[in-house]
């Protein structure tokens, strides 16, 4: 899946981000296996690189 306007990464990133957070006062186990934990770290995963795009890609395009 290719992104490739800035405010759809930045939109997506900091809701995933804001909702890792909120999945993060949670706790669900099912079974021994922490479902909240699972969540949070795929959210986290998800957020950190399409924040990352978003910062790297608008400071490309402030130099033109």
Do not use: C, Q, W
């Not at 490739?4 to 995933?16: C, F, Y």
């Not at 699972?38 to 490309?60: A, D, H, M, Q, W």
Request: aromatic share 10%; no cysteine.
């Amino acid at each position: 899946m290719l992104i490739k306007d800035e405010k759809t990464l930045l939109a997506i990133g900091m809701s995933s981000l804001f909702l890792s957070f909120i999945i993060g006062f949670v706790h669900v186990d099912y079974m021994g296996f922490s479902v909240s934990d699972f969540v949070e770290g795929i959210l986290l995963g998800i957020s950190l690189p399409l924040n990352l795009t978003y910062l790297i890609k608008r400071r490309l395009n402030s130099g033109r």
